[in-house]
């Protein structure tokens, strides 16, 4: 799974919630994720800075989470079911700048080569900038028609690619109807080019998943100045820190892979056959794990790409 993304968007911030989330589900399943040792140390380190920064009256954004998170940083995670690992995901979180990076430097060449590989892609978007912001903020902040420039060799590839645009500080706008409405009709609007090409070819599907990676911080207001622009979230007394929905990108991620039997490509294949050959128990709770996805969220293109069968 490729996440992409310009800095400060919540990658990083994704991942240690998702970390944080999914080493709870232990108690309600048979699965159990474990990070690798330096992924371990990285996220909890990022979710303890996380849980710093909300205390503060005044919530104040700082840059990116994790210093030096420059490169490519491969997260991986071992996915154990009744304590035997049978699994594992990997995850490569990047420095935004990446994707900005010139195309002869070494890391935009690593960059470009593990995206061709990705089967998933989550592409985090700043939800506050996404619905509040002018087009200038907006496309600073999200670059949504650079990221499609750079996603385009890979979705056409001819092999099947889900996307999940995973959009964070969005609070304010999942409180109501007519609120998670704006933001749709926001990224609609904002996304248009990339939703029209998933939506002409078969082979790829988009969903639309908004999550809380804080949930105690909401968007206030955008201070124009003359050359910069401050977004302003304050941190909600009554609010707990409690992330919902960081689980959904996976799901899905799984709900993908596990409809997909009939790929042809070396390492899937394996995969698939390696599941089959699995026992039935393990099999079924997988499946289960991941058809539990939520259902409310939009998708775009070839739905039947993660409907899970459930055999
Ligand atoms: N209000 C709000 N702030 C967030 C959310 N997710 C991330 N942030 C803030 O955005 C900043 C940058 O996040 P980070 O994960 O480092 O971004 P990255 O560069 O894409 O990895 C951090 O200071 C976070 O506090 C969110 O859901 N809501
Ligand atoms: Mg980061």
């Avoid at 089967?119 to 912001?133: C, K, Q, T």
Wanted: with cysteine; proline share 3%; aromatic share 10%.
């Amino acid at each position: 799974m490729m996440m992409v993304g310009p800095d400060g968007v919540g990658k990083t911030t994704l991942l240690a919630t998702m970390y944080h989330e999914l080493t709870s589900i232990k108690d309600q399943s048979e699965f159990e994720f474990a990070a690798t040792e330096d992924t371990h140390h990285d996220l909890q380190d990022a979710y303890q800075k996380l849980t710093k920064i909300i205390e503060q009256p005044s919530f104040t954004q700082t840059g990116s989470l994790l210093k030096g998170t420059a490169g490519i940083h491969e997260r991986r995670f071992d996915v154990f079911f009744r304590g035997k690992k049978e699994f594992d995901l990997v995850f490569c979180d990047i420095a935004g700048g990446i994707i900005r990076a010139g195309e002869q430097s070494h890391d935009f060449e690593e960059f470009t080569a593990k995206l061709s590989k990705a089967v998933v892609i989550v592409n985090v978007i700043d939800g506050s900038a996404l619905v509040e912001g002018d087009d200038s903020l907006s496309t600073e902040k999200n670059e949504p028609e650079h990221v499609f420039q750079l996603l385009k060799p890979t979705l056409t590839d001819g092999k099947n690619h889900l996307v999940l645009f995973v959009v964070t500080k969005c609070e304010a706008w999942l409180k109501t109807e007519a609120k998670q409405q704006a933001l749709r009709e926001a990224f609609e609007e904002r996304y248009a080019s990339m939703l029209n090409f998933i939506q002409h070819h078969p082979n790829l599907a988009g969903v639309l998943i908004p999550v809380k990676t804080l949930g105690c911080v909401e968007f206030t207001r955008i201070d124009y100045h003359e050359n910069e622009k401050d977004v302003i979230f304050v941190r909600k007394p009554n609010l707990k820190f409690q992330p919902e929905g960081t689980d959904q990108p996976l799901r899905y991620a799984l709900a993908f892979a596990l409809t997909h039997h009939e790929q042809k490509r070396g390492s899937w294949s394996r995969f698939v056959r390696w599941f089959w050959g699995e026992d039935i128990a393990f099999r079924q709770s997988l499946m289960e794990f991941a058809s539990a996805h939520d259902k409310h969220f939009n998708i775009y293109g070839n739905t039947g790409l993660i409907e899970v069968n459930k055999k």
